[in-house]
T-cell receptor, first 116, second 116 residues
Framework: GDSVTQMEGPVTLSEEACLTI???????????LFWYVQYPGEGLQLLLKATKADDKGSNKGFEATYRKETTSFHLEKGSVQVSDSAVYFC???????????????FGQGTTLQVKP | EAEVAQSPRYKITEKSQAVAFWCDPI?????LYWYRQILGQGPELLVQFQDESVVDDSQLPKDRFSAERLKGVDSTLKIQPAELGDSAMYLC??????????????FGPGTRLTVL
């Protein structure tokens, strides 16, 4: 079945460092891809999305490009801030895949800690 | 800004007791999801509703879990009896429709359940 694999965490960076969180996926159909962020004690918030191959999603300085050839959707940011400390989840939705009704399938999450 | 509401935010119970969680989706959202997030893992779908009908409950432990959305608006998830392994965050999400080119789901703050 469909699945998402993220790099292991935690990731610890100094403020203004570059960030990359790797995400790869397996899907039977043509999924949409998402990054969600979860701040401590809160629910998930959509950070960015991409709906087809070569699309680039971007928001708040974060970017991710839908790479069909490598089945990847890596999250990047050029300069992280302390306020970016959170758990980041890569996810896919494959509403036209076999048996899928549009539910989100998540990776295990990657904790980012940014130090001043 | 419209939000998904959940209550309670925190629940502590003893094993073998019954617990119930409530979710009120964003007004006009036909699709409602309940996810379970075990500490250190990504959320996994328990049940999905389209209006008042269950679309997917394949991962719902039906011997102890039940969910309803009687009027197609708010929803209740019940566990009876609770077991130690049920300790987790229970997230509710809603979206406008069932399947589309992308499927943006909006999440509530979650209910953190601790079973002693």
């Amino acid at each position: 079945g469909d699945s998402v694999t993220q790099m292991e965490g935690p990731v610890t960076l100094s403020e203004e460092a570059c960030l990359t969180i790797n995400c790869t996926y397996t899907a039977t159909g043509y999924p949409s891809l998402f990054w969600y962020v979860q701040y401590p004690g809160e629910g998930l918030q959509l950070l960015l999305k991409a709906t087809k191959a070569d699309d680039k999603g971007s928001n708040k300085g974060f970017e991710a490009t839908y790479r069909k050839e490598t089945t990847s959707f890596h999250l990047e940011k050029g300069s992280v801030q302390v306020s970016d400390s959170a758990v980041y989840f890569c996810a896919l939705s494959d509403p036209y895949g076999s048996g899928n009704t549009g539910k989100l399938i998540f990776g295990q999450g990657t904790t980012l800690q940014v130090k001043p | 800004e419209a939000e998904v509401a959940q209550s309670p935010r925190y629940k502590i119970t003893e094993k073998s007791q019954a617990v119930a969680f409530w979710c009120d989706p964003i007004s006009g959202h036909a699709t409602l999801y309940w996810y379970r997030q075990i500490l250190g893992q990504g959320p996994e779908l328990l049940v999905q509703f389209q209006d008042e009908s269950v679309v997917d409950d394949s991962q719902l432990p039906k011997d102890r879990f039940s969910a309803e959305r009687l009027k197609g608006v708010d929803s209740t998830l019940k566990i009876q009896p609770a077991e130690l392994g049920d300790s987790a965050m229970y997230l509710c999400a809603s979206s406008l429709g069932l399947a589309s080119s992308y499927n943006e789901q909006f999440f509530g703050p979650g209910t953190r359940l601790t079973v002693l």
